[in-house]
């Protein structure tokens, strides 16, 4: 097998840059999205630790789940690329594989994986519901060999492990780590490595309340909290407020977000700060988890829906 890249072994420092004061309250933003150009944010921390065992496991091959836009799928894929493993993907919907070619046309970030030599396996909804049983996962060792598993969403210890990476010493000055929420793995790890003073606050991107338990997990401490009504009706959904928002954002502030998880945590933030949440001098330390790679495949859903683009620096996606 060939010997793994050097992805995750450069220091991986982000800036913390400022962004606003609102009502007292000081707003900096830790730019994760600056990580790497294809291991964005998150997933990058998230599948470091996966990929340093599944390398001392001496397996060659990753296979792992994901929606059909989903950020962790495009990142694993290029980080196999980069790694120097196969990867395979277990796509949530039948009916894309039907006509791959039109499929990869019209989905950017399939077409993306694609390209990072990413193998899919395309399931029906119903069962990719049972991804965890092992019958399901059994059938999937018959069809392609040994490989390392890689949870949906990559959320395990190891990537628990990666996440307590995103905090250094100097961010102990802030008083509270606000992230977005998707499986809680994030979190999690910066829970770990947050501070007794400090609080860290969680924004769902979804609906639902299996997150808690998930966290209590994988975290070792208790000042942590969910804030939960800013999903925008659910995971991937969005309204005109919440686009306007991003857009605003981007031209005052000069920051892409995206409208799945990035975009909701700071929406929810500065609507928080604004209606007196938080004590006056609170300094805030929100994490920009990445996910920029989702816009495109979501400005193609809102252009079906009749509602503005997420506008973006990158005038093709759009
Ligand atoms: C996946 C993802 C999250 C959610 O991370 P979890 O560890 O699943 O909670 C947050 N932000 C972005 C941009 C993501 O891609």
């Not at 980080?79 to 796509?91: C, E, L, M, N, R």
């Not at 390209?115 to 399931?123: A, L, S, Y």
Request: aromatic fraction near 10%; proline fraction near 3%; include cysteine.
């Amino acid at each position: 097998m060939s010997q793994p890249a050097n992805l995750f072994t450069s220091s991986a420092k982000v800036p913390n840059q400022f962004i606003a004061e609102v009502n007292g309250v000081s707003i900096h933003l830790k730019r994760e999205d600056l990580l790497h150009p294809e291991v964005s944010g998150n997933k990058f921390r998230k599948l470091k630790y996966n990929i340093t065992e599944a390398t001392s496991q001496k397996r060659q091959i990753l296979l792992t789940f994901g929606g059909a836009y989903s950020n962790h799928i495009a990142a694993t894929a290029a980080a196999g690329k980069i790694s120097g493993f196969k990867t395979i993907g277990v796509i949530r919907g039948e009916e894309l594989g039907e006509d791959l070619e039109k499929t990869l046309q019209e989905n950017p970030t399939l077409r993306f994986a694609h390209g990072c030599g990413m193998e899919f396996h395309f399931v029906s909804r119903s069962d990719y519901r049972e991804k965890t049983s092992e019958a399901f996962i059994e059938d999937l060792r018959k069809q392609f060999g040994d490989f390392y598993l890689v949870p949906e969403g990559g959320t395990n210890e190891f990537a628990v492990q990666g996440c307590e990476e995103i905090l250094t010493p100097q961010d102990a000055e802030f008083d509270v780590i606000c992230c977005a929420v998707g499986t809680g793995g994030t979190i999690s790890g910066i829970i770990n490595a947050s501070e007794e003073h400090q609080q860290v606050l969680g924004f769902p991107a979804l609906k639902g309340d299996f997150l808690k338990p998930e966290i209590a997990r994988f975290s070792k401490k208790n000042n942590w909290d969910l804030i939960t009504n800013y999903h925008f009706g659910g995971y991937a959904k969005v309204d005109e407020k919440l686009i306007n928002f991003i857009n605003d954002f981007r031209s005052r502030y000069g920051i892409q977000l995206d409208s799945v998880y990035t975009g909701k945590l700071l929406y929810g933030i500065f609507d928080l700060a604004r209606t007196g949440y938080f004590l006056e001098n609170t300094h805030i330390l929100a994490i920009h988890t990445g996910g920029l790679q989702g816009i495109a495949g979501m400005n193609k859903v809102l252009k079906m829906k009749n509602l503005p683009p997420i506008l973006t620096y990158d005038e093709s996606s759009i």
